[in-house]
């Protein structure tokens, strides 16, 4: 049992190793791709090396059980902890407008700064239009004639927020301003 254990840990930190060293790689050979696709291509890449590895050590589990279920759970464990980095990792960090508000003011003298300072830095031209490039690059919307309209891919995709956001009625805080309306009222009630 300890052994099965042992070699489980040793599969799941063989995964997350190789995912973190993946990961470096193609992030550094291409630069210009979506992090998320990068991550998730890591993640699959260490999975199937370590499920690989895991053939090789099938003969030193307790039994055939207990080999697949270390082998399908550790495979299931790095993609979850793929998930979690990508998700509180870089790809939050690059896309929430909060994280760079910090970052500005930690990398500012003394780590203060004025309102000024934020808005000043801040494009928000520049915000929305490398949202828009990355939604063209990924098929999610087109643009003719300047006019911006969803692919049947982006329509799903909406649709799939809508409808998360119903079910599990969420709603913007009181006081917080809804960036984007299609009714001209700012707050969504």
């Known amino acids: 049992m300890s052994g099965d254990l042992g070699l489980f840990a040793l599969l799941f930190i063989l995964q997350t190793g190789l995912f973190f060293v993946f990961h470096c790689i193609v992030l550094r ?46 495979a299931l464990s790095s993609l979850f902890a793929c998930g979690l980095y990508t998700f509180l990792g870089p790809a939050t960090a690059d896309r929430s407008l909060a994280c760079q508000m910090l970052v500005t003011l930690r990398e500012s003298p003394g780590g203060k700064g004025t309102r000024y300072i934020l808005f000043q830095g801040f494009d928000p031209a520049g915000f929305v239009e490398k949202r828009i490039d990355e939604c063209k690059e990924e098929a999610l919307l087109v643009e003719a004639d300047g006019e911006l309209a969803l692919t049947e891919k982006g329509r799903k995709l909406a649709d799939k927020y809508i409808f998360l956001l119903r079910l599990l009625r969420l709603k913007e805080r009181a006081g917080y301003v809804q960036y984007f309306t299609t009714d001209g009222k700012k707050d969504r009630k």
């Open 29 to 74: 050979a291409f630069k210009k791709r979506n992090i998320l696709y990068c991550a998730a291509t890591s993640a699959l890449a260490a999975a199937g090396i370590a499920i690989i590895i895991g053939f090789f050590l099938s003969g030193r589990f307790s039994s055939e059980g207990a080999w697949a279920v270390s082998i399908a759970g550790s």
